[in-house]
């Protein structure tokens, strides 16, 4: 196959390029050279991007999984793939930004031998461990349906019910500790940000932002992979979407009501500028969008809401990991562009990988199908997915 | 019995002798330019400020609660009986949740090292352990800093206190604070103009026993959960089965 230059490879390779060079960096020159955190900024933009909305992102798996196995929505089946593999993804991807945040990456295996049971991030690593594993397994159906190894499907169909259960508790845990991990921050964490719920909070994001994602993922791979965009699922997902977004929104503001700043969210200051980004993009737009019942059934406005609920989200998870801060150490915290330049190759590196599953594996069920029916239809994959690099 | 410092800012002098002490003890370098280093790194574990020629010590609080050590998901911070909150190098896997979420700030990191290790007070846990003062206690020439029973300094500092009261804040700072410290301060100065987070905004919890509240319910939660999913999964696909046996059976009667 002859290697065309188009112009988001050229992209991708100037990603890469940089990214290299900021890993060089990062092993050879250290944590203090790659990035602008400080003893007052222990954590930065790998902690807050890469690995809080990192893992949120992922969170489609768990959800659409729990739709379709647990809940039986048949109609979202064909979405189960693709979630899974993003999860999947998304997970390695993580583990791999925690290569780079670690100060000293080569014990991270030391949590399985000297395990500290109270500590949230001890539990936060071990969940990754299990449910990584978890998403390995769901994800090897692909694998063995494109080798046509028949035994192991059985296999894996076998113990289907403890991976769907055992997946989805672990997703559970994780997503909600994510949020624990600030618990033990009351006077540092702005209180905009800072609330016993915030494991509440983060677990109903995490929901929200699996079915956002769902829908941004199915559109957009439907554009890149020239797919049928399957309406019926989208409306679905786009309709239950709408209803996370409320149940987070009223929980939100009964938690601002409880502890009693309500009047404090609506007066100007700098965290509160943050605050009304997080809320516009998070609950106003989307949800103004979703009203219309129009729009719940255009697939470029269900589009529109999921990458602004997307959007918000990760504003929420920016501002507990990096605005709400400032204040209290008094100093402000920038990435340094190698930081965003790592940040970025992780996430090149996770649409390649994509590009590439689809391409050689069964992702999308109605290839599948059709390859399955005449073997011949091999053939038809490097046609749909010539732009698989993209 | 647990050991503790009692810190007296109305008596420290600002020789900066316990830091270049505590560097010699901890094999760090020390001259004229750190020394005049305004703020505590991963070479500087203790450092003397001066505010209109009043001084104030900064260094680790060793909690008697710490919250660093609680949330260390390796356990390469503790605790020790004797009062120092001491790090095992060797465990640590650099994550840094303990610089995140220590109230006081005290951890700090060797940010330009391969291989960085968390850097701060720990007490000198040898000496302790051999029965001796923390070597900022034994060179300070006038007794500012005090090693001692923790139990004996609290009595001593508020005899101080009582004896003198126009000299001194009526409070031991550390006495209560997140739980209580093993490093007690007092002053005639405000302790928050040096950079230690107020007394009412810290409040008296030991912070680990905010994220205890919701680890502590994991064990119950884990089968909980797993009896809901799983009974969710077996109503839903249950009810397929039976769909599908009744529709067999019709068909059935139909033929």
């Known amino acids: 196959m002859k290697f065309k230059l188009t112009f988001w490879r050229v992209v991708f390779i100037v990603i890469m390029a940089l990214g290299l060079y900021s890993s060089f960096v990062r092993y050879f020159r250290g944590l203090g050279a790659v990035s602008n955190m400080t003893d007052q900024f222990p954590w930065g933009l790998w902690i807050g991007f890469d690995c809080l909305c990192g893992v949120m992102l992922a969170a489609g798996g768990f959800c659409m999984v729990g739709a379709v196995y647990l809940f039986n929505v048949e109609r979202l089946h064909p979405v189960v793939r693709p979630a899974v593999l993003t999860a999947f993804l998304g997970y390695l991807l993580f583990i791999v930004g925690l290569l780079f945040d670690l100060g000293r990456p080569w014990f991270i295996w030391h949590q399985m031998i000297y395990r500290n049971l109270h500590s949230v991030m001890f539990e936060v690593g071990m969940c990754v461990m299990f449910y990584t594993t978890v998403l390995f397994f769901e994800f090897l159906p692909n694998v063995f349906e494109r080798l046509k190894w028949k035994t192991p499907i059985t296999w894996i169909n076998k113990i289907y019910p403890i991976l769907i259960v055992a997946g989805i508790l672990l997703s559970t845990l994780h997503q909600s500790s994510l949020g624990s991990l600030y618990l033990i921050m009351p006077s540092k964490l702005h209180p905009f940000w800072y609330t016993p719920a915030l494991p509440f909070f983060f677990f109903g994001s995490a929901v929200a932002v699996g079915l956002a994602m769902t829908i941004f993922e199915s559109t957009q791979s439907a554009?890149?992979?020239?797919?049928?965009?399957?309406?019926?699922?989208?409306?679905?997902?786009?309709?239950?979407?709408?209803?996370?977004?409320?149940?987070?929104?009223?929980?939100?503001?009964?938690?601002?009501?409880?502890?009693?700043?309500?009047?404090?969210?609506?007066?100007?200051?700098?965290?509160?500028?943050?605050?009304?980004?997080?809320?516009?993009?998070?609950?106003?737009?989307?949800?103004?969008?979703?009203?219309?019942?129009?729009?719940?059934?255009?697939?470029?406005?269900?589009?529109?809401?999921?990458?602004?609920?997307?959007?918000?989200?990760?504003?929420?998870?920016?501002?507990?990991?990096?605005?709400?801060?400032?204040?209290?150490?008094?100093?402000?915290?920038?990435?340094?562009?190698?930081?965003?330049?790592?940040t970025l190759m992780i996430i090149a590196m996770g649409f390649a990988l994509f590009g590439l599953a689809v391409q050689y594996l069964p992702i999308f069920e109605s290839e599948t199908k059709h390859e399955l029916e005449e073997p011949e239809g091999v053939a038809v994959m490097p046609g749909v997915l010539s732009h698989a690099g993209d | 019995m647990s050991k503790a410092i009692l810190y007296d800012a109305?008596?420290?002098?600002?020789?900066?002798?316990?830091?270049?002490?505590?560097?010699?003890?901890?094999?760090?370098?020390?001259?004229?330019?750190?020394?005049?280093?305004?703020?505590?790194?991963?070479?500087?574990?203790?450092?003397?400020?001066?505010?209109?020629?009043?001084?104030?010590?900064?260094?680790?609080?060793?909690?008697?609660?710490?919250?660093?050590?609680?949330?260390?998901?390796?356990?390469?911070?503790?605790?020790?009986?004797?009062?120092?909150?001491?790090?095992?190098?060797?465990?640590?896997?650099?994550?840094?949740?303990?610089?995140?979420?220590?109230?006081?700030?005290?951890?700090?990191?060797?940010?330009?090292?391969?291989?960085?290790?968390?850097?701060?007070?720990?007490?000198?846990?040898?000496?302790?352990?051999?029965?001796?003062?923390?070597?900022?206690?034994?060179?300070?020439?006038?007794?500012?800093?005090?090693?001692?029973?923790?139990?004996?300094?609290?009595?001593?500092?508020?005899?101080?206190?009582?004896?003198?009261?126009?000299?001194?804040?009526?409070?031991?700072?550390?006495?209560?604070?997140?739980?209580?410290?093993?490093?007690?301060?007092?002053?005639?100065?405000?302790?928050?103009?040096?950079?230690?987070?107020?007394?009412?905004?810290?409040?008296?919890?030991?912070?680990?026993?905010?994220?205890?509240?919701?680890?502590?319910?994991?064990?119950?939660?884990?089968p909980v959960w797993t009896l809901v999913l799983g009974g969710i999964y077996w109503i839903s696909h249950r009810r397929d089965e039976v769909a599908e046996a009744e529709a067999l059976h019709k068909n059935g009667g139909g033929q």
């Open chain 2, 10 to 222: 109305t008596m420290c002098i600002g020789c900066k002798q316990c830091e270049g002490a505590c560097a010699q003890q901890n094999q760090l370098p020390y001259d004229d330019a750190i020394a005049a280093e305004p703020v505590q790194s991963a070479h500087k574990y203790t450092v003397v400020l001066n505010k209109n020629d009043k001084f104030m010590r900064r260094l680790c609080m060793h909690c008697e609660k710490p919250a660093c050590a609680s949330v260390c998901p390796v356990g390469a911070l503790h605790k020790t009986a004797a009062g120092p909150v001491v790090y095992d190098v060797w465990k640590c896997i650099g994550c840094r949740y303990c610089m995140v979420a220590c109230v006081f700030n005290q951890p700090k990191y060797e940010w330009g090292a391969l291989n960085p290790r968390i850097r701060k007070c720990v007490m000198c846990p040898d000496r302790v352990a051999a029965g001796k003062q923390t070597a900022c206690a034994e060179i300070c020439p006038t007794g500012a800093t005090k090693f001692g029973e923790r139990d004996d300094l609290i009595r001593e500092a508020k005899d101080r206190i009582q004896q003198n009261p126009s000299n001194y804040q009526p409070h031991i700072y550390g006495v209560n604070e997140v739980g209580g410290t093993s490093v007690l301060i007092i002053s005639a100065a405000n302790v928050e103009d040096y950079g230690y987070p107020a007394s009412a905004r810290i409040g008296e919890i030991p912070l680990p026993e905010y994220t205890g509240r919701v680890m502590d319910r994991i064990p119950d939660f884990v």
């Open chain 1, 223 to 342: 554009k890149a992979f020239g797919r049928q965009l399957e309406l019926p699922v989208l409306v679905t997902l786009g309709g239950a979407l709408l209803v996370a977004l409320w149940v987070n929104l009223l929980l939100r503001f009964e938690d601002f009501f409880h502890r009693g700043i309500l009047g404090m969210i609506f007066k100007p200051s700098y965290e509160a500028y943050f605050l009304w980004l997080e809320l516009t993009l998070t609950f106003v737009v989307p949800i103004g969008i979703l009203s219309f019942k129009k729009a719940r059934l255009s697939p470029q406005w269900l589009y529109l809401a999921s990458i602004s609920a997307v959007l918000g989200f990760i504003t929420n998870r920016l501002n507990i990991a990096v605005i709400g801060f400032e204040t209290y150490v008094g100093k402000h915290y920038v990435p340094k562009w190698t930081e965003f330049s790592i």
